[in-house]
């Protein structure tokens, strides 16, 4: 278990992703919103400090991200696990496939100029 690792055991990183993600996006909506609203000054404002609250919450993110990080154990590392293979002979498809995309293809393609 982390040091940032809630009550439950569960990590932090998680959850802190949410912060600049949610900034980042209101803050776009923020700046759409500015042109359809005649004094923007404040939508332009709370933009810029949603940009500034996604900075930090992408910092805070990142370091949590990086300490939950050290703490994985070889086992429970999803990507380090070995995944059985699937035996499924896939080149017969794959052909398949590829006659099936030339087969609707058009001939030639021809690049009209202008007029």
């Known amino acids: ?3 940032l690792a809630g009550s439950y055991g569960h990590p932090l ?3 802190l992703v949410t912060v600049p993600i949610g900034a980042w996006v209101t803050s ?6 500015s042109h359809a609203v005649h004094p923007s000054a404040f ?3 709370g933009s810029l400090w949603l940009i ?3 900075a930090i919450g992408a910092v805070l993110a990142a370091g949590a991200g990086a ?3 050290t703490s994985v154990t070889r086992s429970a590392c999803a990507a380090c696990r070995p995944r059985p293979r699937l035996r499924i002979p896939t080149g017969p ?3 398949a496939s590829r006659g099936g995309w030339r087969a609707r293809r058009p001939v030639s ?6 007029p």
């Open 1 to 3: 278990m982390t040091v």
């Open 13 to 15: 990183h998680p959850i």
């Open 93 to 95: 498809a794959a052909r």
């Open 67 to 69: 300490l939950d990080l």
């Open 43 to 45: 939508l332009a404002q």
């Open 52 to 54: 500034a609250v996604g």
């Open 28 to 33: 776009l909506v923020f700046d759409i919103a």
């Open 109 to 114: 393609f021809v690049i009209a100029g202008p």
